[in-house]
């Protein structure tokens, strides 16, 4: 042993008078000098790192003993015949200088639980680093199991805890002064200078954070997948899993016109075309189809008509700014239609996604507004393509003008997928939410590769395919639907959380869809219904509860990514299985005769088709009706 030693405490066990010693910071001695010696109901155990004494009564002087005793077993230099009681007790104390000053705690009831698991820790740490014996160390060990594994589980939960906290914050700091302030505009509108009043009052922020629900519209027996608002803002268009398509008059909370659209399965889009009169509804479904309703000024349907297929589900469909006859289509087919009412044929196959050769499933797509020619889409990884209709070329770069992923997403093994994307107001901003993700706001001007310039938290995207939109004429804001059942708004720029708003019942909202022209927003979900939204609140929000949410959603988030390495979870799973019972029960209530389509294109269906829908898509829209 070397002549520089630690601190060592010896403890007494009340039960049974059992005293232990634990040096710390040490030299120890090698495996080979450890002893054990039992004698007149006292066990010595003498090891490179503790000392342990059981008997009836524990005193200093059997405290010299042991140290007297375990230094003979070790080879003491010391002289062994002490002369007197003087001297030994002399002797004794040069003893435990050499091999740490003792302390007996032999108070009435507690030991120090801190001190004992810090002893503990160090004993164990000054062992390992000192080669002790392995049976030694396992004893250890097996003495104080618990208190080792609750401190590292307190500190570990107490760095987790920061880490969210600090993440929380982020999302909810103070937010920059307002550039509208309502009282100052009135006063500019009166005295003729207020030219743009309603535009600044749509996108000003002091209107996004009164939003309160107005009412709901209710006709649909199923969830709601998809919201649309015509060029004037008059009509609201609505589809859902009971193949149905609902035209409401808003404003009077009535539905204008319902008939069915003649999909097999769950409706997912429903838009109007521009510049058609309101005349023209392009639709799209889980059975693959893209089907084209011809509505007349007398409120009802003249005929639907299948205009393309998919060999998967279709999910989105994207229309040009100004065009009453041109659409595109996207499939998990990952094939890109552009379709034309003029033509006799009117789809055409523009594109298949891939990356290398590999086909990409697709669950979004968006016309850049600015210009036309340019698409984007997202689906089944990471990265967010764009086209360009007059520059593609399958044999450079599968025809991909450029792509956008958030860089830590590219080698993630997360398997991160696109739901959703939109470009803003003038296409110069490209938004894209993942699933079980963040949002991110590329700029489309950006070369290929990029890295995003803004980053939306705070939601949870997983259990649906979740949509995200821009609010305000100048696409000032961030919307958001959450597995939550709340709506999350962003300030473009802070990209702090200014609303959030309770906006589904059953505990996920999927769409929202903003009002061309006024400061209305649409949202639907799970629940059956249409919501409408004005900022008609007396007060701001206080966004009462939102730290809480962020936090439960985080660790939902987290949680997922550890137990599951697949998109397609075990929810997932149910949701898919309890829509294909469903849907399997509604045809068997429907007459067959009475079930057909208002066109005969239905019926010559290819059977790869059949083989597809029965095969279903890997992924739904929402929780099936």
Not at 55 to 67: H, I, L, N, R
Not at 147 to 167: G, H, I, N, Y
Not at 267 to 279: T, Y
Request: hydrophobic letters at 30%; glycine letters at 8%.
């Amino acid at each position: 042993m070397t002549d520089k030693e630690g601190e060592a405490e010896v403890k007494i066990d009340k039960a049974d008078g059992s005293i232990s010693s634990s040096p710390e910071g040490t030299e120890e001695t090698s495996v080979a000098d450890e002893g054990k010696e039992t004698s007149s109901g006292i066990e010595v155990e003498a090891s490179d790192a503790s000392l342990s004494l059981t008997g009836d009564e524990a005193t200093a002087d059997d405290v010299s003993t042991v140290a007297h005793t375990g230094r003979k077993r070790r080879g003491s230099r010391r002289e062994k015949d002490l002369e007197s009681s003087d001297e030994e007790e002399e002797e004794d104390s040069d003893s435990m200088d050499d091999t740490g000053r003792y302390s007996i705690n032999d108070d009435n009831n507690n030991h120090d639980r801190s001190n004992s698991d810090d002893d503990d820790d160090d004993e164990n740490k000054m062992e390992e680093e000192e080669g002790g014996d392995d049976e030694s160390l396992r004893r250890r060990r097996r003495r104080h199991p618990a208190k080792r594994s609750s401190t590292e589980r307190d500190k570990d939960s107490s760095d987790e805890e920061r880490a969210l906290e600090d993440w929380v914050t982020s999302g909810v700091q103070d937010l920059p002064r307002p550039s509208w302030y309502s009282i100052l505009a009135l006063r500019e509108r009166q005295l003729g200078r207020g030219l743009h009043f309603i535009y600044d009052a749509c996108g000003s922020r002091s209107f996004v954070q009164r939003f309160k629900m107005q009412y709901s519209l209710e006709k649909h027996n199923g969830c709601v997948n998809t919201l649309h608002f015509n060029q004037h803002g008059t009509w609201l268009a609505s589809g859902s899993d009971d193949l149905k398509v609902v035209i409401w008059d808003w404003v009077y909370r009535r539905p204008a016109l319902e008939f069915d659209s003649g999909h097999k399965s769950n409706v997912f889009q429903a838009k109007f075309l521009p510049n058609s009169g309101d005349s023209t509804l392009a639709m799209c479904a889980r059975d693959g189809q893209v089907r084209v309703a011809e509505l007349s000024v007398t409120q009802r349907c003249k005929t639907t008509k299948k205009v393309a297929q998919h060999k998967g589900a279709s999910h989105k469909l994207a229309v040009e700014p100004d065009s009453p006859c041109t659409f595109l289509s996207a499939g998990e087919d990952a094939v890109v239609f552009s379709i034309d009412l003029r033509q006799e044929r009117p789809a055409t196959k523009l594109v298949v996604t891939k990356e290398k050769e590999k086909k990409i499933g697709l669950y979004t797509i968006y016309i850049n507004p600015a210009n036309t020619f340019q698409f984007a889409v997202g689906g089944r990884d990471q990265f967010v393509r764009i086209y360009d209709q007059r520059k593609m070329n399958e044999n450079e770069n599968n025809g991909v003008l450029k792509k956008f992923c958030p860089h830590h997403l590219i080698n993630s093994s997360s398997k991160a997928n696109v739901t959703c994307l939109v470009y803003s107001y003038n296409g110069a901003e490209l938004l894209a939410s993942y699933n079980d993700e963040d949002i991110y706001l590329f700029d489309s001007s950006h070369s290929d590769g990029a890295e995003f310039t803004q980053r939306y938290k705070g939601h949870r995207n997983n259990a649906t395919v979740k949509g995200v939109n821009f609010y305000g004429p100048k696409s000032e804001y961030v919307v958001s639907g959450s597995d939550c059942g709340h709506i999350f708004l962003w300030d473009k720029s802070s990209c702090q959380i200014v609303q959030f708003m309770d906006g589904d019942k059953g505990g996920v909202v999927n769409c929202l869809e903003p009002h061309p022209h006024l400061p209305v927003l649409a949202t639907s979900g799970l629940d059956h219904d249409v919501k409408i939204w004005a900022p008609t609140s007396e007060t701001p929000t206080g966004l009462n509860g939102l730290k809480e949410t962020i936090k439960k959603n985080k660790r939902e988030r987290d949680d997922d990514s550890l137990n599951h390495s697949d998109l397609f979870d075990s929810h997932m799973l149910w949701f898919l299985m309890r829509h294909l019972r469903q849907g399997r029960h509604r045809r068997h209530r429907h007459d067959p005769a009475a079930g057909g389509d208002a066109d005969s294109d239905d019926s010559s269906m290819s059977s790869d088709t059949l083989d597809d829908d029965d095969e279903g898509p890997d992924r739904v829209q929402c929780m099936p009706s």
